[in-house]
């Protein structure tokens, strides 16, 4: 009768040991997966003083856009983005009223009109954008729900729009 009771037990001990086992086991993949993951970042970066502005974490076809008044034009223009599976920066439209210095004018694609805009459709990889935000003429960035007013926050400032990675 004893033998079939330390059986029991034994049994009983190799299914708790091998739980146990199988729990650390996934404890461990999880904290290595997550101390590998990594997570990007759509920032406003100011260069010349090394100096984030705006940070916040991004996922794939996550958009923003900035608008601002054009000095010459005197119009408004949209530069819409978005961020691809890589997590790469893509500009996919410009919305402008009119065309003129420093406006774009050429596309291959089919030029679109929308309330009174015309839309320029792009596909274009960019490393950054770098922006020079006056206090003279409105200029603002969008994503999600921040909004950042360049003219009035950083008028004069060199910044930078980018994605970047941290581990």
């Known amino acids: 009768m004893m033998r079939t009771k330390n059986r029991f037990f034994s049994k009983k001990a190799l299914l708790f ?3 146990f086992l199988f729990l650390l ?3 461990a993949m999880l904290s290595l997966s997550s101390e590998d ?3 990007y970042f759509l920032q406003i970066y100011l260069p010349y003083e090394d100096k984030v502005f705006f940070e916040q974490l991004i996922e794939p076809d996550d958009t923003f856009y900035h ?3 054009h000095s010459v034009e005197q119009t408004p223009v949209r530069e819409y983005y978005k961020i691809d599976e890589d997590y790469r920066m893509i500009a996919t439209e410009s919305w402008t009223k009119s065309f003129g210095a420093g406006l774009p004018y050429e596309s291959k694609e089919k030029l679109e009109r929308v309330d009174g805009f015309f839309v320029i459709h792009d596909d274009r990889e960019l490393d950054y954008l770098n922006i020079l935000p006056s206090k003279l003429y409105p200029h ?6 921040w909004t950042v007013d360049l003219s009035k926050d950083l008028s004069g400032k060199r910044i930078r729009i980018q994605v ?3 581990k």
């Open 164 to 166: 970047i990675e941290h």
């Open 25 to 27: 086991l996934i404890i």
């Open 140 to 145: 603002q960035f969008f994503f999600k729900d």
């Open 67 to 69: 608008e601002y008044l």
């Open 37 to 39: 993951k990594q997570e």
């Open 17 to 19: 040991s091998t739980a």
